[in-house]
């Protein structure tokens, strides 16, 4: 198959969806297919490469060229198709004869353009990887509590609270005007978790009637590569190492920020009695903690290579977060090098962690009964050492070659379906 890949961001930008779709890429390459991944372009980075098989092209959409529309260092697709980015997409899918169109974040609205626009297009099937397609916050988070629902009086109230009005004003619009072009175009979505797809069901066809609705499959993202990448001495890996506690220590890896529970767990951190090293390895934001207590260690940015040495050597991974978390690759890599993990209920987490024999879920928000759980698997090492040996025979299930057939399969039956 002649495969293109949308995708808002990809390595060497850091996060679960980057390395879920790099991985997908590479393991479908090397499995025989003729893979290309489009993405935003980014200063200091080339606007063609190959790497490990995978074509990829990095494209300039219109807003991008407006840096005062950006507070980050990350240039994110609009929540609407973007000109430039659609016409680019119509010539690539031209010029290499793509048989599908696999997107995922905003980037899928300029390919549900750009395959609107051809004559017997490819399918398109869409991942839904956070929420991103109804909240234009993407964390479907209101006033620190899980939202009910989308309501665009709602959202514009809440999305004015982080972004202003002017950027508040432009997601909600563009959320609201192109979710009919989005499943309208749309062959297959492709839900990561069931609590995902249970929420995209509930808020994505509200008021949009269809006469044939796309179909909704769950699938696992790729978090697990058949060939995991080794270790060396370059790109941080050994700096990020060097910062580890030389004693056992507990371990969260994520972006530092409230939706990812870091305040809960910093005060459930603090609840604990002479507690071993906290290590939290992730990204920085603007609302991330500013100050740590001592016994806490941050690593920032640290390579992904870096990250998996880092759980073999913890005690256990702790997943506090807030929202609901679509998946959480972070609680699979953990429990593939035989660690529990203490996750959330309702979230993506539960189609990982088994309550009481892989690690523990506990209610988001809770740091009395994180505490609870931290102690528990604290004191007993024999009770983590059992539960870590358990996690890493369930995570087998999820590795790339359980998983990659699934998409194989779905993009087969998506190209028939479309003849």
């Avoid at 809960?264 to 609302?287: E, F, M, R």
């Amino acid at each position: 198959m002649r495969i293109l890949i949308a995708t808002d961001f990809y390595p060497p930008f850091l996060g679960g969806t980057e390395l879920y779709f790099q991985n997908l890429a590479q393991e479908l390459a090397a499995r025989g297919h003729q893979v290309t991944v489009v993405t935003v372009w980014h200063a200091g980075l080339p606007q063609h490469e190959t790497r490990a098989g995978v074509h990829i092209i990095r494209l300039k959409p219109l807003l991008t060229r407006a840096p005062w529309f950006f507070s980050s260092p990350r240039r994110f697709h609009p929540p609407f198709p973007d000109p430039a980015l659609v016409s680019s997409l119509k010539s690539i899918i031209a010029q290499q004869q793509i048989d599908l169109v696999h997107a995922v974040g905003w980037t899928a609205y300029s390919c549900a353009a750009a395959v609107q626009g051809i004559p017997d297009p490819p399918p398109l099937v869409v991942s839904i990887n956070d929420y991103g397609y109804t909240c234009p916050l993407r964390t479907l988070m209101n006033r620190g509590r899980v939202c009910s629902g989308s309501h665009f009086s709602k959202c514009l109230t809440c999305a004015r609270a982080v972004y202003g009005l002017p950027k508040a004003l432009a997601a909600c619009l563009g959320i609201a005007s192109s979710k009919k072009l989005l499943l309208k175009n749309t062959t297959s979505f492709i839900s990561l978790s069931r609590c995902v797809e249970r929420l995209f069901r509930r808020d994505a066809f509200s008021g949009c009637h269809l006469q044939q609705p796309p179909e909704i499959v769950t699938i696992p993202p790729v978090a697990l590569p058949s060939q995991p990448p080794g270790l060396s001495s370059s790109d941080g890996i050994a700096q990020a190492l060097q910062n580890l506690p030389s004693e056992p220590y507990i371990l969260f890896v994520g972006a530092l920020q409230p939706h990812k529970g870091i305040f809960t767990l910093l005060q459930a951190y603090s609840l604990l009695p002479s507690p071993p090293p906290l290590v939290l390895i992730g990204t920085t934001w603007p609302d991330s903690p500013q100050e740590f207590p001592p016994s806490v260690r941050v690593i920032r940015n640290a390579p992904h290579p870096a990250v998996m040495a880092a759980w073999r050597r913890c005690l256990f991974g702790v997943a506090p977060s807030l929202w609901l978390e679509p998946f959480g690759g972070v609680v699979l890599e953990a429990m593939s090098c035989a660690r529990p993990v203490i996750g959330t209920q309702d979230s993506g987490h539960a189609d990982m962690i088994i309550d009481g024999k892989t690690g523990y879920l506990v209610p988001p928000g809770d740091p009395r009964l994180l505490a609870e759980a931290m102690k528990n698997l604290i004191a007993s090492p024999e009770l983590s050492s059992t539960m870590g040996q358990a996690a890493c025979q369930a995570a087998e299930r999820f590795r790339a070659e359980q998983i990659m057939p699934q998409y194989e399969l779905l993009y087969n039956r998506c190209i028939a379906r479309s003849g």
